[in-house]
């Protein structure tokens, strides 16, 4: 066994995943896993620049998660920053910040390195199913990017694009700074519009449609699970290895982008963090499952935290 401790810092939230890694079972016995919105890639979109507040909102959790990896003993740690610090031209105050912090470089990675990561998590545990057909297509729906990659037992081909819950909503749904309530149908078609330009630029080297099983990540897909069985809080262990049938997709997409900002907060499995963002995240989900004909999404809890993890181990 080895006591790993993985960070993954995204466009909207900061992960923390401590774990005992076993190679030889291929068990990974979760200690702690833990997650805050912070909003790193607030603006970024916009001005190219980490915002002084979204930092100092990423390193007091940070701070957070090095008490925490410390509690636990962890031999060992990773940290992964994403798309929002990949596309900052002040990144370098980020590291820096970091490398203070928790002793560790954070590895600005690519976005095939953020996919082989995402498969890996999520599929390393499907391993001798039998009721899911291959090759899988793991979508990785984030704040400021997504991932497609379709695999077997191994990568066979990756892509990030630029469409994101947090991208999205802050390209096409603010408006004199306020994020619009609801949004219009010609902001809800933008979005539409960026998202299949997306789709068009990730077949060019992933077949999205040769895939028989679409696997969905992160918290927009999540989320939407969680709204789908009408869970009175969120429960990870229920959402994990839920499967929503496109239709179920269709119905919450289009609530959630007529629906108020208060009438979202209302739903109880709703994390304050994403109620401005979840529309925008639920139509990229839509989107994909209509372009690859999946009939149902299986939605995994495990990710690209669990991919670091194993790295590490």
Same mark, same amino acid.
């Given at each position: $066994?080895?006591?790993? *401790?993985?960070?993954?810092?995204?466009?909207? #939230?900061? /992960?923390?995943?401590?774990?005992?890694? !076993?190679?030889?079972?291929?068990?990974?016995?979760?200690? !702690?896993?833990?997650?805050?919105? &912070?909003?790193? %890639?607030? @603006?970024?979109?916009?001005?190219?620049?980490?915002?002084?507040?979204?930092?100092?909102?990423?390193?007091?959790?940070?701070?957070?998660y090095a008490g925490i990896i410390k509690e636990h003993g962890a031999?060992?740690?990773?940290?992964? *920053?994403?798309?929002?610090? /990949? @596309?900052?031209?002040?990144? *370098?105050?980020?590291?820096?910040?970091?490398? !203070?912090?928790?002793?560790?470089?954070?590895?600005?990675?690519?976005? +095939?390195?953020?996919?082989?990561?995402?498969?890996? %998590?999520?599929?390393?545990?499907?391993?001798?199913?039998?009721?899911?057909?291959?090759?899988?297509?793991?979508?990785?729906?984030?704040?400021?990017?997504?991932?497609?990659?379709?695999? +077997?037992?191994?990568?066979?081909?990756?892509?990030?694009?630029?469409?994101?819950?947090?991208? $999205?909503?802050?390209?096409?749904?603010?408006?004199?700074?306020?994020?619009?309530?609801?949004?219009?149908?010609?902001?809800?078609?933008?979005? /539409?519009?960026?998202?299949?330009?997306?789709?068009?630029?990730?077949?060019?080297?992933?077949?999205?449609?040769?895939?028989?099983?679409?696997?969905?990540?992160?918290?927009?897909?999540?989320?939407?699970?969680?709204?789908?069985?009408?869970?009175?809080?969120? @429960?990870?262990?229920?959402?994990?290895? #839920?499967?929503?049938?496109?239709?179920?997709? /269709?119905?919450?997409?289009?609530?959630?982008?007529r629906s108020t900002h208060a009438e979202?907060?209302?739903?109880? #499995?709703?994390?304050?963090?994403?109620?401005?963002?979840?529309?925008?995240?639920?139509?990229?989900?839509?989107?994909? $499952?209509?372009?690859? %004909?999946?009939?149902?999404?299986?939605?995994?809890?495990?990710?690209?935290? !669990?991919?670091?993890?194993?790295? &590490?181990?």
């Amino acid at each position: $066994m080895t006591r790993v *401790a993985a960070v993954d810092c995204g466009t909207n #939230s900061i /992960r923390l995943l401590v774990a005992d890694a !076993d190679p030889a079972t291929g068990e990974l016995t979760e200690l !702690d896993r833990r997650m805050t919105i &912070v909003r790193l %890639g607030q @603006d970024v979109d916009r001005t190219g620049r980490l915002a002084p507040k979204a930092l100092e909102r990423t390193f007091a959790a940070c701070r957070e998660y090095a008490g925490i990896i410390k509690e636990h003993g962890a031999e060992r740690v990773r940290f992964v *920053a994403t798309s929002a610090s /990949r @596309d900052a031209e002040n990144r *370098a105050d980020f590291v820096r910040g970091v490398l !203070d912090i928790l002793g560790v470089e954070p590895e600005v990675i690519s976005g +095939d390195q953020e996919a082989e990561f995402s498969f890996t %998590g999520a599929t390393k545990e499907l391993t001798g199913r039998t009721d899911l057909a291959r090759p899988y297509l793991v979508v990785d729906i984030g704040g400021g990017s997504t991932e497609f990659v379709v695999g +077997d037992d191994h990568v066979r081909a990756a892509r990030s694009v630029d469409i994101g819950c947090v991208r $999205m909503t802050e390209r096409h749904l603010v408006h004199d700074g306020e994020v619009s309530d609801p949004p219009t149908g010609e902001q809800i078609a933008a979005i /539409r519009a960026d998202v299949e330009a997306a789709l068009d630029l990730a077949e060019r080297t992933v077949p999205l449609r040769e895939a028989r099983t679409l696997v969905g990540l992160a918290g927009s897909v999540t989320t939407v699970s969680a709204i789908a069985q009408e869970l009175p809080e969120y @429960d990870s262990a229920r959402i994990h290895h #839920s499967r929503i049938s496109r239709e179920r997709v /269709r119905e919450i997409t289009e609530w959630l982008l007529r629906s108020t900002h208060a009438e979202r907060a209302a739903v109880p #499995s709703m994390h304050p963090g994403r109620v401005d963002v979840i529309g925008a995240g639920a139509l990229v989900l839509l989107a994909i $499952m209509e372009r690859t %004909g999946a009939e149902e999404v299986v939605v995994s809890e495990h990710d690209i935290l !669990d991919g670091i993890a194993w790295s &590490v181990a």
